[in-house]
């Protein structure tokens, strides 16, 4: 007997992060995907319309009410907060709400998008100060308070990780485990994408870059996007 797949609330899901997790959400058929939007007739919002089992919901993060629609009847959630849109405070609030009304709406699994707190990590050296990651992570250091766990887990804040040593560091071993067929650098990459520019008609990496688009949503928006 057919069942039904589970559902996974996403917030950022037009974004550049978002967009390709919903792809990899729904391609399968093993989840359905139910993607927040401030405007559902975009065309970002088109794409992920366009990937498979996604319904949009219109609204904002930044309001109570929409975030328990979002997350009534969903299994598990997936959030990514623009932080350059929002600022690091207003991702912060409206982080830890999300979370709390998930809780409310029996989300049974959340995933945060996070970044280091690369400011605590290099011992509060005002170098590192990049409010676009702190914040992010401050969020998860909370979360993980609420669930009684003690997992460790720009510019200068790489310049001071080369190596896997330093502020930034992470564990490829057990990443390697998670996902074995990963891309493991970033010349790697390269020639992939070159290759599969070459077998499909659309030309070499070199020759597609000549004409690159935004990425970034904030970048389409001019910096003056809506919560």
Known sequence: MATTPPTV???GGTGAQ???????????????VRALTRDPSSARSEIIKALGDVELLKGTFADEETLHQG???CQYAFVNI???NSGE???????IRAYEIALEEGIKFFVYGNLDY?????GYDPRCRAGHYDGKDRV????????KSNKDRMGNIWRMSGGNRGVVQRDYTLLDRIHPNRIRSVEQWFRIEDDKGGKTGRGGLWERVQNLQ?????????RKGLL
Do not use: C
Request: proline share 4%; net charge positive; aromatic share 16%.
């Open 140 to 147: 998860v250091v909370w979360i993980l308070q609420q669930t």
């Open 82 to 84: 623009d932080g350059f």
């Open 71 to 73: 997350f009534h009847g």
């Open 118 to 122: 690369a400011y605590k990590k290099s």
């Open 214 to 222: 935004p990425i970034l949503k904030i970048v389409e928006d001019g």
């Open 9 to 11: 609330f996403v917030i």
């Open 18 to 32: 978002g967009i390709p997790v919903i792809q990899g959400l729904v391609h399968d058929k093993a989840y359905k």
């Open 89 to 95: 405070k207003t991702e912060m609030y409206w982080a």
